[in-house]
């Protein structure tokens, strides 16, 4: 039970997440934002490397212990799976309403399901089941609601962003659950911090020369920028914590953590004023309803 109630804990601090970085990408480069989110995940979790190498820290949940060459790939391949995903969502949260970004995003555990069905053998109960089917049928009644704001969901490129950003975290997270099996959590998320912020370097370096239109955008700053690795790694923290719990299910925990976008909503409806929140909310209220089903069947 423990790992769905750091599940649910997870899904709030995403939503927190997911406002601050809608509010930093306005009228800001993608680029330049994304990469200042790897440098100060990175800067926030280097400590816990060196002062467990120093000896400082010897055990516990923020010791991180030694790492072979073959585990360091598996983690650098985690960085490139993140940042695709990243990159593709912070394209399309930059050019679509939170209110529609969020529950797009919502589907990605759909995906997670059938993989952890298939590779994983996980099984859910009728409870679980219930969850998730209602998330899904909340996925079908949002595209009515984009279409009243002129987004199509088949012809509209931001929202194909946002889709190939749910696809690639879904591999992250069936990916997360096969490094969970042995790894530790802390040592996961410090190491694959620090290769994202690496391979931005390398593509804003890589950008800056072949596109003098890249070099011309600067970053505006906002303290909302540093707030968006505050919370995705608090967030994190609490996702892979679970996942390292005996008995958890990353179909289960997949899902919950979606449940971030009833944070994202009530921001964006009491704070940036986004339309069409009347027939948003229903699909909203299906996704609630969905994730008490699946709070009832992980008891």
């Known amino acids: ?71 360091h790939l598996f983690l650098l391949l985690k960085a490139v799976i993140v940042l695709s995903s990243w990159l593709c969502g912070y394209i399309g949260i930059k050019h679509l309403p939170i209110t529609i ?11 997670v ?51 190939l950003a749910a696809l690639f975290g879904a591999v992250s997270a069936l990916y997360d659950k096969f490094l969970m099996r042995s790894l530790q959590p802390v040592l996961v998320q410090s190491w694959f911090n620090l290769y994202q912020c690496l391979l931005m370097a390398l593509l804003l370096v890589v950008l800056n020369a072949l596109s003098p239109a890249q070099r011309a955008k600067r970053v505006s700053w906002r303290w909302s920028i540093p707030m968006i690795s505050l919370f995705l790694g608090a967030a994190d923290f609490c996702y892979f914590t679970a996942l390292a719990q005996d008995g958890a299910l990353i179909a289960v925990v997949s899902m919950i953590r979606r449940g971030s976008v009833v944070v994202a909503f ?24 969905g994730l008490f089903f699946l709070y009832l069947g992980s008891k």
């Open 266 to 289: 009530l921001f964006g409806a009491l704070l940036l004023h986004e339309k069409n929140l009347k027939s948003k909310a229903v699909d909203l209220a299906l996704i609630l309803i």
């Open 113 to 163: 399901l059938l993989g952890a069905l298939l590779l994983f053998g996980e099984q859910l109960n009728g409870y679980q089941w219930v969850g998730v089917l209602l998330a899904i049928l909340s996925v079908f009644l949002l595209s009515r609601s984009g279409k009243r704001e002129g987004i199509s969901f088949t012809h509209n490129r931001w929202v194909v962003f946002v889709a």
């Open 1 to 71: 039970m423990m790992w769905a109630l750091l599940a649910f804990v997870s899904a709030a601090l995403l939503g927190c997440y997911d406002f601050f970085k809608k509010i930093s990408l306005r009228d800001n480069s993608v680029v330049g934002v994304l990469f200042l989110n790897t440098l100060f995940s990175a800067i926030l979790f280097l400590p816990f490397i060196l002062l467990s190498r120093a000896g400082v820290i010897t055990a516990g949940p923020l010791y991180v212990p030694q790492a072979g060459v073959e585990t």
């Open 101 to 111: 970004v969020s529950p797009i995003q919502s589907t990605r555990p759909v995906l």
